[in-house]
């Protein structure tokens, strides 16, 4: 059988405009004589459509452009088309939906296969919307024997990988032992570092287990703080991978079962070449998908904001990159001169506003309020909200996007100002550490120094107060990411954490640190996930509650 695996990026929401791209692709394919055309999961809506599945005007849109591939079909038979979607249920009871995979062949569905296993643990909230199927059973198309699974169905190997979800069936032994020809995935699977090596062997491991060929078919593109890597593969009966399509790309690639084809490594690609590609992506579709073209940038003279300017640069074009220094009484002169540097080196226009002034007016208007009161945090927080005012007045009048440059150890310890250095659209490294920041930066200088040596060198400073450093309230970065990672990612207490060797003090000083600034996090920008446990939608804690560390 000729397959057209079609690993696209769809626009959450856009029914019309994902249909089109299913019409396009299927229709160039019919010209080439393929037999099927394979698109991902919840394709027509995008994924994750969240709360739009409850607008039943939605649902009926989904309808519409169902019984529009219905008539395509039959107007050029002999060429299927499989792709996701939501769809009613018909009970009264539960949710009422399936999240489906649909097989449209000459006019009519042949397949309505519903999702089994629904996650909802990480990012997932699957069971907010959908109802679990309860079976999965073959299709015959053109004398082969299908089984068509979505995405976790095939996931339940929690030995494999990190998560620790067990079901109470496996969806893909249950239609292997059916008998099929060919296992067909279809997915829409978030990205973290080193995923792919993962899916790689789970992949493998079905085929071996079962005996049969399988095509795992995964979307790519950003959709709000999600990623989606792509790298689809197939792969034969004893696991080799045959196939195996771009990494954070569109690609349409047609393969054909039975055919001898030599077998291609599942690489691992280069971990910051991997993470760059990928908040690339996110920083792309997410600012275009939103229906922005420009953003602006705060240039500091830091690595945080070099890197964001790097990743902007090369995400929408120099000419659509807009820095700005903003430099205060207690910026040091490498501030402005190393932003401007790095600018030139861009080829993106840096603009230098001076907030002393307005500082300083700040200072006067308060100064009757502030009597009694020694100089604080707070005249360092006046100055993060200033530049924060400017960035967004800046925005306001040119229609761009403000890029957040906080990174993922800065946000965890609340080592930022609300409506200050924490406004902004998005936050590119909002789940990249600070030390990982410095490796990206390795990454980015690796052929010509692009980020300024003195910028790389220099010790990190929010530059609010005379001869300030980030080391002088926070532990030392490399100390800080390995406990963050603990707690955050691995869910260690602080007594498994110590007992690894790190200073109790030190410890439980970051924990509480990490809780205390909950609400701080609650009102920042959406932040790219590139971690297996990212701030945000992935990790749900309560504001205002107590609990021992």
């Known amino acids: 059988m000729k397959i057209a695996m079609a690993q696209l990026n769809p626009i959450v929401g856009d029914i019309r405009g994902n249909l089109r791209r299913i019409e396009d692709v299927w229709i160039d394919c019919c010209r080439q004589q393929v037999d099927l055309v394979v698109f991902p999961e919840l394709f027509l809506t995008g994924y994750p459509p969240r709360d739009l599945l409850e607008r039943p005007a939605f649902l009926e849109r989904v309808d519409d452009a169902i019984n529009r591939l219905q008539d395509l079909t039959a107007g050029q038979p002999g060429c299927a088309v499989l792709f996701g979607a939501p769809q009613t249920t018909g009970k009264k009871t539960g949710r009422g ?11 009519h569905i042949i397949l309505n296969q519903a999702k089994c296993l629904l996650p909802s643990y990480d990012v997932f909230d699957e069971t907010r919307y959908f109802d679990a199927g309860k079976r999965v059973k073959p299709v015959v198309y053109k004398d082969m024997r299908l089984g068509i699974t979505i995405c976790e169905d095939a996931w339940n190997e929690s ?48 085929a071996r287990n079962h005996g049969v060929p399988v095509i795992y078919l995964n979307q790519v593109g950003g959709n709000d703080e999600l990623i989606f890597d792509g790298q689809s593969i197939m792969v034969d009966t004893d696991g080799e991978i045959l196939h195996a399509l771009a990494a954070f790309a569109e690609e ?47 240039l500091s003279g830091g690595i945080d904001s070099a890197v964001v300017a790097c990743l902007a640069a090369e995400a929408l074009g120099n000419d659509n990159v807009l820095g700005v220094t903003m430099p205060s009484q207690y ?29 300083n007016s700040y200072i006067n208007t308060l100064q009757e309020q502030f009597i009694g009161y020694a100089p604080d945090i707070t005249e360092e927080n006046i100055q993060a909200r200033i530049r924060g005012s400017i960035l967004m007045a800046l925005s306001n009048k040119y229609g761009s996007m403000v890029i957040n440059t906080g990174n993922k150890s800065e946000i965890a310890v609340g080592y930022c100002t609300l409506y200050g250095d924490m406004c902004g659209g998005l936050s590119v490294l909002a789940d990249v550490p600070k030390t990982v920041v410095y490796e990206l930066t390795a990454y980015i200088n690796r052929e010509q120094e692009i980020i300024p040596a003195a910028i790389v060198e220099k010790a990190p400073s929010a530059e609010l107060r005379p001869d300030q450093t980030d080391q002088d309230t926070l532990p030392p970065y490399p100390v800080l990411d390995a406990i963050l990672n603990l707690y955050i990612e691995e869910n260690q207490s602080a007594q498994q954490i110590i007992d690894r060797g790190f200073d109790p003090e030190t410890v439980r000083w970051v924990l509480r640190t990490v809780n205390r600034n909950e609400y701080k996090r609650r009102q920042a920008a959406p932040g790219l996930k590139v971690s297996t446990r990212a701030f945000g939608a992935g990790r749900r804690m309560p504001i205002a509650a107590r609990c021992e560390i």
């Open 97 to 107: 939906l399936y999240n489906s995979a649909l097989l449209i062949a000459d006019g």
């Open 159 to 206: 030995e494999m990988w990190k998560g620790a979800v067990r079901y109470d069936w496996d969806p893909v032994a249950e239609v292997a032992g059916q008998g099929i020809d060919l296992l067909i995935n279809i997915s829409a699977s978030p990205y973290f570092l080193n995923k792919q090596e993962v899916r790689c062997r789970l992949m493998s491991k079905h």
């Open 252 to 298: 349409v690639r047609i393969v054909e079962t039975g055919q001898d084809v030599e077998p291609v490594l599942c690489k691992k690609q280069d971990p910051m070449a991997e993470l760059y590609d990928a908040l690339v992506l996110g920083l792309r579709d997410y600012v275009h998908k939103c229906g922005f073209t420009r953003v602006i940038i705060g």
């Open 331 to 359: 910026s040091s002169k490498g501030s402005v001169v190393d932003s401007l540097e790095l600018a030139a080196n861009l080829g993106i226009e840096c603009r230098t506003i001076p907030i002393e002034a307005i500082f």
